[in-house]
């Protein structure tokens, strides 16, 4: 890349102790490298083998210092983006196959719009398809405070619009900050335009940050939804809803696919992992 030439993308990555799962988001962009992507990483203080493994990737920018926050982090790859677009993905999750010539044509076709955004797909720690997927892949943006059907992994914003905006994180955020900046973002008035197509990949493991700290993210959704005047009940109503639909799609597959014993087996993972949530939002309604 041209020292004095902008780049198209800057994907931003904030990672700390991300070992584990960081190689192969990296390997899932470099697969669709051009000379209009950079990949930016900010190690967030890692105390594990991270910053040896960012050495063996010439190709990216890396930033390294002590730890100070998964949000600070991310305003920190946005001050030193230098792409005109700009896309935060978790160390954890990947590029989707084809995902970054989606964006580049969808852009171009467009006339550069302030942001383009397309589906996310739910993984598990093995990179399987996990049972529940997003209910909804494309909505209003004014019900976005309700169920999210944009992810910062599949959103493509451009640098500029941000700065104008003044639309850093929120670091008094441990988990939820993803999520007040897009409700933000949308009260701008944005009109980003949808890509049918997965664009990311998020995993679902047991050392994410929202499964080990879940009573902190719900109290900090709780805070956003304060703050822009989101009724809990219908928040918490529209989300069991979504999620039994996802279910039930999702047995409907298993059985024509595999039979009785397929929706069987499914039946009694969601009994297993589902029946926590749905009683937690009775207590609570």
Not at 50 to 61: E, G, N, S, V
Not at 156 to 162: P, S
Not at 219 to 241: C, M, P, S, W
Not at 243 to 248: D, G, I, M
């Amino acid at each position: 890349m041209e020292a004095d030439r902008q780049p198209l993308l800057s994907i931003i990555t904030p990672v700390y102790n991300g070992e584990a799962y960081l190689e192969k988001l990296i390997l899932s962009l470099l697969n669709q490298w051009d000379d209009d992507i950079e990949h930016l990483i900010i190690d967030d203080g890692s105390t594990d083998g991270t910053p040896a493994l960012l050495q063996k990737f010439p190709h990216l920018r890396v930033r390294s210092r002590e730890n100070r926050g998964q949000y600070a982090s991310m305003n920190e790859g946005l001050q030193l983006a230098s792409g005109r677009y700009i896309c935060f993905i978790s160390a954890d999750d990947l590029i989707a196959p084809g995902a970054i010539g989606r964006v580049k044509d969808c852009l171009k076709v467009n006339n550069y719009p302030p942001a383009v955004y397309g589906k996310t797909h739910v993984m598990d720690e093995n990179e399987r398809d996990y049972p529940v997927q997003p209910a909804v892949r494309q909505g209003s943006l004014t019900t976005l405070k309700y169920f999210s059907h944009i992810t910062h992994c599949a959103l493509y914003i451009q640098k500029e619009f941000l700065f104008q905006h003044g639309l850093y994180f929120d670091a008094s955020y441990t988990c939820a900050g993803d999520y007040d900046w897009l409700v933000r973002i949308l009260q701008t008035g944005i009109k980003p335009v949808y890509i049918p197509f997965d664009l990311a990949k998020i995993r679902v493991h047991s050392q994410q940050t929202s499964t080990r700290q879940e009573i902190r993210a719900l109290q900090e959704q709780k805070k956003t939804h304060q703050k822009y005047g989101v009724n809990q009940f219908l928040f918490d109503l529209i989300r069991q809803a979504l999620t039994l639909r996802s279910a039930l799609l999702r047995l409907i597959d298993a059985g024509r696919v595999n039979g009785l014993s397929g929706f069987l087996r499914l039946f009694f993972y969601f009994i297993r992992h589902k029946t926590t949530d749905f009683l937690t939002f009775i207590k609570r309604a």
